[in-house]
């Protein structure tokens, strides 16, 4: 996780613990790290509480991507309990190197649907992450469904328009998914939720960074 002298603990939010850079991470125009992932796939979960859905942490996904054997990813794998989900939802990077954490230079996401036995890649930036989330897909695929889940790209999803917002993409889509699933979703589920995500992501982004300060924020006033 690299060195943390000199930056402080700030909060703990369920297995999330932030320090206070990153807090200066949400402040600028920066590349969102996995701990400011993690947390807010964190607060999805509790705000769309329920055993049908499941937000993957960062570590997790990279672990399950990079396993070295199918044994291991096997017992890896089953306290997750996809076959359980109806919604799952994949933080991707484009890291190569399981020797160095938090590396990479992109995230995306790949979101599975059990109602259409499909995985989803959403890519904010021309689909740079399509291997890495064709090589989780193949990973993650024989413990859903039957083992014959489809795999597709987004061609709709919102595109970026700098270097360092693909984070706050990822959260934004993630968050729109988690909304559709539990309200419009449950009325038409044959449409997904591709529309929803291209109305309404770019609005998203636009302040996520911001609501997500405010928000660590709050939770820091309540913990004192």
């Known amino acids: ?15 999330v613990v932030l320090r206070r850079s990153d807090l200066d991470i949400l402040s600028g125009s920066n590349f969102l790290n996995d701990r400011v992932i993690e947390f807010y796939l964190s607060y999805l979960s509790s705000v769309h509480s329920s055993s049908t ?17 199918t044994d291991s990813l096997k017992d890896f794998m089953k306290p997750l309990k996809c076959h359980d ?3 799952l939802i994949f933080p991707v ?3 190569l190197n399981v020797e160095v954490a938090e590396g990479g230079l992109h995230w995306s996401l790949l979101v599975y649907y059990k109602d259409a036995n499909t995985f989803v890649h959403h890519d904010s930036f021309m689909g740079v992450n399509r291997f890495n989330a064709k090589h989780l897909f193949e990973a993650v695929s024989p413990f859903v469904g039957n083992g014959d889940a489809t795999y597709r790209e987004c061609s709709d999803t919102p595109q970026q328009k700098n270097g360092y917002d693909c984070g706050v993409y990822l959260l934004a889509v993630a ?6 699933f539990c309200c419009e979703g449950m009325k038409n589920r044959d449409e997904l939720w591709f529309a929803e995500v291209k109305k309404t992501v770019p609005d998203f982004v636009n302040h996520l960074r911001a609501e997500i300060l405010e928000l660590i924020k709050t939770l820091m006033s309540q913990s004192v």
Not at 53 to 69: T, Y
Request: charged share 25%.
């Open 1 to 15: 996780m690299g060195n943390t002298s000199g930056d402080d603990k700030i909060l703990s939010f369920e297995d």
């Open 53 to 69: 859905i499941s937000l993957i942490p960062p570590s997790i996904a990279f672990w399950i991507c990079n396993c070295p054997d």
């Open 85 to 87: 989900k109806n919604l």
């Open 93 to 95: 990077n484009d890291n």
């Open 175 to 180: 968050r729109v998914i988690c909304e559709w």
